[in-house]
């Protein structure tokens, strides 16, 4: 029993201890080990064959897709690759898996140590290191669909998951927050998705994460932690950091009480129920020994060769980390913005690349004014369309060509928004849409003869900007686009004060 005085202790004296074991699916077509469909959303059992449902004297087959795509994750991860991997045959006795042991790595995993760098958006805090512990390849069970009517009705095993390919990512226990739980596996499934390894979605369960959470005190000398809890099956951002938050909570409020340490209660399982927003026990959690681990007899030990590996590194491409620098450093964006368009995926990437090179001059992009319209114009679109940047109508040399006419004072913002909207509109170019507004130069003479029936009309104001309050000439401009919209509001604005001699 510890010594540290329990009653005296408050929630911000606990150190957050938290690791995550994240469950990716594979983006293959077929199972594992067998040529089973991966599709999701088939009707049960339509998906399966003797190797996959475990009929005796079958053999499975390795999918080399599977084990290419794991390969290229542990890269894109900074893992250590293995050169020598093999199978080994986890036990345990469950309806939907009916082999009773599913086919996973124990001792030598695909991929080794590695790490993901997280930053918690908003945040002042250096971006940190989250070590990975290993990722190892492994076939998924089924799903169990149970009676919900409350009438105890059956239970039903549907098999078409069974031998998926899945690849389980296990972190140290670097993190030491919810939020920055959150950030990790945002960052994950955006690195996943940039090197197109999964389709990463949570609501299919192709993206499925357990926590491992605990809380450590120091006092003095003295250092305890709580018992381990592991949370299940989380199946959303929102829902990680919210089971961590609580976990952590009631793990205070519980040594407080008790006072039970690491080493008087083994590792829990307990679930994460949403609804009610709160974690509940599940069965004791198995020890890697309860599992009896042994090589897998019917397949042999795989070696992956440094061909392999050089070539899962060409096929990487620029990954987010290096891209986010490069927008900052040769474009010129902030934090922010740099992760506004790296976070919309490689194609904005490349989108916004584009139009900032395209409407720049040649050394020198227009990093800042892309990074404004793609950010908010381009992007409002996509949101109010449900679309991704594929899909946008303005192709990235036809946004260029807009934004360098703006540059060259041929319209202003607002009007070239205006441009904007008729492209995607009608689908015209720019030229066309110039036309279709009729925006034209507005040359000098005419320029002068506005700003003198300004002057005119408007004595008051005038006399305002005299006594010293230019900011007056503001109201001058939205009557002088009423007049001529064409008219450029900053030439505006300085030929009414040259003309009353400011
Ligand atoms: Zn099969």
Not at 4 to 31: M, N, P
Not at 69 to 94: M, P
Not at 171 to 180: G, N, Q
Request: a negative charge; one cysteine or more; proline letters at 5%.
């Amino acid at each position: 029993m510890t010594t540290i005085d329990r009653e005296g202790l408050k929630f911000s004296d606990a150190k957050l201890i938290i690791g995550l074991e994240v469950h990716v699916q594979l983006k293959t077509e077929s199972k594992l080990f067998c040529g089973c469909s991966t599709q999701f959303g088939s009707n049960p059992n339509t998906q399966t064959c003797p190797v996959c449902t475990g009929m005796p004297g079958t053999l499975p087959v390795l999918n080399e897709k599977a084990l290419a795509l794991s390969i290229k994750t542990g890269l894109a991860l900074n893992c250590e690759i293995a050169r020598y991997t093999k199978w080994d045959r986890k036990n345990y006795f469950y309806p939907d898996l009916p082999k009773g042991y599913q086919i996973s790595q124990f001792d030598k995993p695909v991929c080794g140590e590695g790490f993901v760098e997280v930053k918690i958006p908003k945040s002042d805090e250096p971006a940190r290191k989250i070590r990975l512990e290993r990722a190892h390849l492994e076939e998924d069970a089924g799903k169990s669909v149970h009676d919900e009517s409350g009438k105890g009705g059956v239970s039903k095993i549907d098999l078409n998951r069974t031998g998926t390919p899945l690849l389980e990512i296990v972190t140290k226990p670097d993190i030491r927050s919810a939020e920055e739980a959150k950030a990790f596996l945002t960052e994950l499934k955006l690195i996943l998705g940039y090197v197109d390894v999964s389709d990463c979605n949570m609501q299919e369960g192709s993206l499925r994460c357990d926590a491992n959470v605990n809380l450590h005190f120091t006092d003095g000398e003295e250092a305890v932690a709580t018992p381990i809890v592991e949370i299940k099956n989380l199946n959303s951002f929102r829902a990680a950091e919210r089971a961590i938050t609580h976990e952590a909570r009631r793990q205070f409020k519980e040594f407080r009480e008790t006072g039970e340490t690491i080493d008087d209660a083994p590792k829990q399982t307990r679930g994460w129920d949403d609804s009610a927003q709160k974690t509940t026990p599940q069965r004791e959690k198995e020890l890697s020994a309860d599992y009896r681990y042994f090589p897998d007899p019917d397949l042999i030990a795989v070696v992956i060769s440094e061909q392999e590996i050089e070539d899962a590194k060409s096929s990487l491409g620029d990954l987010p980390a290096a891209l986010r620098e490069t927008l900052q450093s040769e474009y010129g964006l902030n934090d922010y913005d740099s992760d506004v368009i790296v976070s919309a995926g490689r194609e904005m990437v490349d989108y916004f690349r584009a139009v900032a090179d395209g409407s720049g001059k040649p050394g020198k992009p227009n990093g800042k004014m892309a990074s404004n319209w793609v950010g908010q114009e381009v992007m409002r679109y996509l949101n109010e369309n449900a679309a991704t940047i594929e899909a946008y109508p303005v192709a990235a040399d036809a946004m260029a060509e807009l934004l360098a006419r703006v540059t060259a004072g041929e319209v202003d913002q607002t009007r070239g928004k205006e441009v904007l909207a008729e492209m995607l509109a009608s689908g015209c170019d720019v030229q066309e849409a110039f036309d279709k507004l009729g925006i034209v130069k507005v040359d000098s003479s005419d320029l002068d003869a506005l700003c003198q029936q300004l002057i005119e009309e408007n004595p008051a104001v005038i006399e305002e900007i005299k006594g010293g309050k230019v900011k007056a000439v503001g109201s001058l401009i939205g009557k002088a686009r009423k007049i001529n919209p064409n008219v450029n509001p900053g030439v505006l604005r300085e030929s009414i004060l040259k003309i009353i001699g400011l």
